[in-house]
């Protein structure tokens, strides 16, 4: 079954960067789109970014700019570099595929 695992998250301070990577297995993304999501205490996940499968992306208004997507076109693995951190960016950060197969979260931690 697919399996999606990420990594990379942790604490940094607002201004700084900080780069999640997904690692998927067993997982056909020539013909699907991936995403990260993340949620943050006591509200809904939200989609934070998307890429389909030919490369277009999507970014939330609030990370426009700020995010940038990825895609390993070998394995399919998913990337996320942020900068430009802001508190309102700490929350449990997930890779998905299709919005059907999650990872386990990774939290991101954003101190001012």
């Known amino acids: 079954q697919v399996q999606l695992v990420e990594s990379g998250g942790g604490s940094v301070q607002a201004g700084g960067s900080m780069n999640l990577s997904c690692a998927a297995s067993k997982f056909n993304y020539r013909n699907s789109w991936m995403a990260w999501f993340r949620q943050a205490p006591g509200k809904e996940r939200e989609m934070v970014s998307r890429i389909s499968s030919g490369g277009t992306t999507y970014y939330a208004d609030s990370v426009k700019g700020r995010f940038t997507i990825s895609q390993d076109n070998t394995r399919g693995n998913l990337a996320l570099q942020m900068d430009s951190l802001a508190t309102e960016d700490t929350a449990v950060y997930y890779c998905?595929?299709?919005?059907?197969?999650w990872g386990q979260g990774t939290q991101v931690s954003v101190s001012s």
């Open positions: 998905s595929a299709c919005g059907k197969v």
